[in-house]
């Protein structure tokens, strides 16, 4: 009898404490704001940190510049940044901004919303998801994003593809 309570006991704590499974991420088709077309799966072997902004959104605006500045830190070790717009923000409108704050990584429109409802509808900017370089969700966060938890999580991602 103790060791069955052991057992369950056990077992309830692995459920409780154990990560989350990761999800994989979805392969949706990307149309860049330059009209190339591409697949998500194609960045496989990557990290890929998909911005969900907004034009109208002034924490992401806010964030750009942070943003900008891992592209620059971590975009050659493995990192991919997408800005991805949302479907309500028109082309002229994002590429204005895109222009105007000088973003040197690929920008994906959204439209139809297909990206979004892909990843878990997504509705409020900024919306952040990280996926590793097998392809898997690793997390997803709606609101301000926490640059220095960010970095922490992606070093052993990007050291893991410097090493293979």
């Known amino acids: 009898m103790g060791v069955l309570a052991l057992v369950i006991v056990g077992l309830v704590g692995y459920v409780w404490f154990a990560p989350p499974a990761r999800e994989p991420a979805p392969n949706v088709q990307l149309e860049r ?24 959104c002034p ?6 510049p942070e943003v900008v500045e891992l592209h620059h830190d971590l975009g050659d070790e493995g990192l991919t940044i997408l800005g991805v717009a949302m479907d309500y923000d028109p082309r002229d409108q994002v590429r204005a901004l895109v222009e105007r704050r000088g973003l040197p990584y690929d920008i994906v429109l959204d439209n139809g919303g297909r990206i979004a409802n892909a990843f878990n509808q997504v509705r409020v900017t900024p919306t952040t998801v990280l ?11 709606i609101g ?3 640059f220095e938890g960010l970095r922490e999580q992606l070093e052993p991602m990007l050291a893991e593809r410097q090493s293979a």
Request: aromatic share 6%; charged share 20%.
């Open 131 to 141: 996926i590793d370089p097998d392809g898997g969700v690793v997390w997803q966060r």
């Open 59 to 64: 924490t992401c605006i806010q964030e750009m």
């Open 33 to 56: 704001l330059d009209g190339a077309q591409t697949a998500l799966a194609e960045h496989r072997g990557e990290a890929v940190m998909l911005v969900f902004w907004a034009t109208t």
């Open 144 to 146: 301000p994003i926490d």
